[in-house]
């Protein structure tokens, strides 16, 4: 017999949790995306299985599970997961995969039951290897409207959520920058850099070992999401003192522009951009190892703009060299190619925090 059901979202908060297990009674702790439920749940064909991916995490016996693989790349190891929706019957779950050579092996998975009685969702989850059957532990990784739920009384949360927010430079300001507004709630982003995350960023960036060779756009994009995958996060791997014209579209587009490069020709860009547009803007940058450095707010009709600044001569000087490539396009040409690292200044992640943190601080206020 097929069963239909509805659940709609408002009804999520009827969801049963079990409390979570102390650690010495642990059997498997579950994490399930409230979303991916109420979606299995509400499939027209009734009784079915569908089948899932999880995250687990080795010798931590703690798992995250998804009905479609997530849009962000999650760590631990990957096992098969299989949801029995309104009590299907489980015929459908293989006990073992064909191996190499014909050898039957065993397989290792997770089977997770969802069912609807008396208007409330109901859940239980074993991870089955070999002969073995343990029970496990479910909980919900909750809908967008928890994820901020200590914030509030401190911040607009839903002001914050329709925000848009421009970044240029996604290095080791504008990748934290970044991380820490959508941590506060902001609900749209536009990253620009054509940079790619090497070995030597990884000291002051936001992504670390794992993201090597990805644009440093697409890294941050997952990070965001994994803070808050109900984001909207738009990449642009472009430079663009090359290529304007999108740069200037979105900024008609946005709440806030934040530059955060490592030269003063984007920086004047963005600058001119800001005000064509009118919109406001917010520039930061590190000076001489990262031993200081300066925040500058633009607001267009209320006071000066970045050009203004540099015209009186106080906007130049001792500009933190920070990357090879910047070395190398600075350095005199009595400078051997090869030595051109021993003058980037490198200021620790702990000598930025302060500027980043004003800010993070300015872009909320």
């Not at 532990?137 to 009384?153: A, K």
């Not at 749209?188 to 440093?216: C, M, P, Q, T, W």
Request: aromatic share 8%; charged share 25%; hydrophobic share 40%.
């Amino acid at each position: 017999m097929v069963a239909s059901w509805t659940l709609s979202r408002d009804a999520c908060s009827t969801i049963q949790t079990s409390k979570t297990v102390s650690r010495g009674q642990m059997t498997g702790l579950v994490y399930l995306r409230e979303e991916d439920v109420v979606e299995l749940i509400n499939k027209p064909e009734g009784d079915h299985v569908s089948f899932g991916v999880g995250f687990e995490w080795p010798r931590e016996d703690v798992f995250h599970v998804f009905s479609r693989y997530p849009k962000v790349a999650l760590g631990g190891r990957p096992i098969p997961v299989y949801f029995r929706v309104h009590g299907g019957r489980c015929n459908s779950i293989p006990e073992s995969v064909q191996g190499q050579a014909g050898e039957r092996v065993p397989l290792r998975f997770l089977e997770i039951d969802l069912w609807l009685e008396d208007d409330r969702v109901h859940k239980r989850g074993k991870i089955r290897e070999e002969s073995v059957t343990r029970e496990c532990t479910l909980e919900y990784v909750p809908e967008q409207s928890e994820l901020y739920s200590r914030s509030r009384g401190l911040l607009e949360i839903d002001v914050l959520g329709k925000k848009r927010v421009i970044i240029v430079g996604i290095g080791s300001f504008g990748s934290t920058i970044a991380v820490e507004l959508a941590k506060a709630g902001v609900g749209a982003f536009s990253l620009y850099d054509f940079d790619r995350l090497e070995l030597s960023n990884v000291s002051r960036h936001a992504a670390g070992i794992s993201d090597l060779g990805r644009f440093k756009t697409h890294a941050i994009r997952d990070a965001i999401w994994n803070r808050n995958p109900f984001s909207k996060v738009d990449t642009h791997e472009i430079d663009i003192n090359e290529d304007l014209t999108a740069f200037e579209c979105d900024c008609t587009e946005a709440d806030l522009v934040i530059c955060v490069t490592d030269e003063n020709r984007s920086r004047s860009n963005v600058n001119d951009a800001a005000l064509r547009a009118n919109k406001a803007a917010i520039f930061g940058r590190a000076i001489t190892r990262a031993a200081g450095g300066d925040v500058f707010r633009l607001r267009p009709g209320s006071g000066p703009c970045l050009a203004c600044i540099q015209g009186l001569g106080l906007y130049r000087a001792n500009e933190d060299v920070s990357s090879i490539r910047q070395a190398r396009r600075d350095a005199p040409a009595y400078i051997a190619p090869e030595r051109a690292d021993t003058v980037v200044q490198v200021g620790l992640a702990s000598d930025i925090a302060p500027i980043t943190n004003m800010v993070v601080k300015l872009a909320l206020v």
